[in-house]
């Protein structure tokens, strides 16, 4: 039984950017799954991108992941981009049928120009919150996030999960920075 200090503490703690091993199930969502899909990168100052994407989560102890993650958008006939991250992200159970969860990365950013090859990396911090509808097979998320590399931003992004079986879900993402990028994507996650 968990003691009426004991919860708010660490939703702070999760508040904060810290994930931390919540102690709680969390039975409506699944955090064990490969997503894979396609993304439309968008930036303000054009060359518009797209290209595939994978992310992948394993709980390694209760209710804390390993997280990594590979994408690769093309620009065009002279620039594409290879994304990598890694990280860990714990999670805990708000109310019924709401989740918290915060993700610590390590992201690499690695632009190809020609023949001349850059790469930006540094860290990701993440909170977001996962919400299962009353109709169970609906899944909404949002989240706020602060790329800490040489261009640091922030971020926002909302999606969009409907599960076609147990162990299928089929969605919609979009996210928004503070460089003014627009990423929106179609996803299919596989759970395990």
């Given at each position: 039984?968990?003691?009426?200090?004991?919860?708010?503490?660490?939703?702070?703690?999760?508040?904060?950017?810290?994930?931390?091993?919540?102690?709680a199930?969390?039975?409506?969502?699944?955090y064990?799954?490969?997503?894979?899909?396609?993304?439309?990168v968008?930036?303000?100052?054009?060359?518009?991108?797209?290209?595939?994407?994978?992310?992948?989560?394993?709980?390694?102890?209760?209710?804390v992941?390993?997280?990594?993650?590979?994408?690769?958008?093309d620009?065009?006939?002279?620039?594409s981009?290879?994304?990598?991250?890694?990280?860990?992200?714990?999670?805990?159970?708000?109310?019924?049928?709401?989740?918290?969860?915060?993700?610590?990365?390590?992201?690499?950013?690695r632009?190809?120009?020609?023949?001349?090859?850059?790469t930006?990396?540094?860290?990701r911090l993440e909170?977001?919150?996962?919400?299962?509808?009353?109709?169970?097979?609906?899944?909404?998320?949002?989240?706020?996030?602060?790329?800490?590399?040489?261009?640091?931003?922030?971020?926002?992004?909302?999606?969009?999960?409907?599960?076609?079986?147990?162990?299928?879900?089929?969605?919609?993402?979009?996210?928004?920075?503070?460089?003014?990028?627009?990423?929106?994507?179609?996803?299919?996650?596989?759970?395990?």
């Amino acid at each position: 039984m968990k003691g009426n200090l004991v919860r708010p503490l660490l939703l702070s703690a999760c508040l904060l950017l810290a994930p931390l091993p919540a102690l709680a199930d969390t039975p409506n969502f699944k955090y064990d799954f490969l997503e894979v899909g396609h993304l439309s990168v968008s930036p303000q100052n054009g060359g518009s991108g797209s290209g595939g994407y994978a992310d992948f989560a394993y709980s390694f102890i209760d209710s804390v992941q390993f997280l990594a993650g590979y994408s690769r958008p093309d620009y065009g006939s002279n620039f594409s981009a290879k994304d990598y991250q890694l990280g860990i992200a714990g999670e805990d159970g708000i109310v019924d049928g709401t989740d918290v969860y915060t993700d610590i990365l390590y992201v690499n950013h690695r632009n190809t120009v020609g023949n001349t090859i850059s790469t930006d990396d540094g860290y990701r911090l993440e909170v977001g919150l996962r919400h299962r509808t009353p109709w169970s097979r609906l899944e909404l998320d949002g989240y706020l996030a602060h790329n800490y590399l040489a261009a640091s931003s922030n971020e926002v992004g909302v999606g969009l999960l409907v599960d076609a079986t147990s162990w299928l879900a089929l969605g919609v993402a979009y996210s928004h920075d503070s460089q003014y990028t627009n990423t929106t994507s179609l996803r299919l996650r596989l759970y395990f």
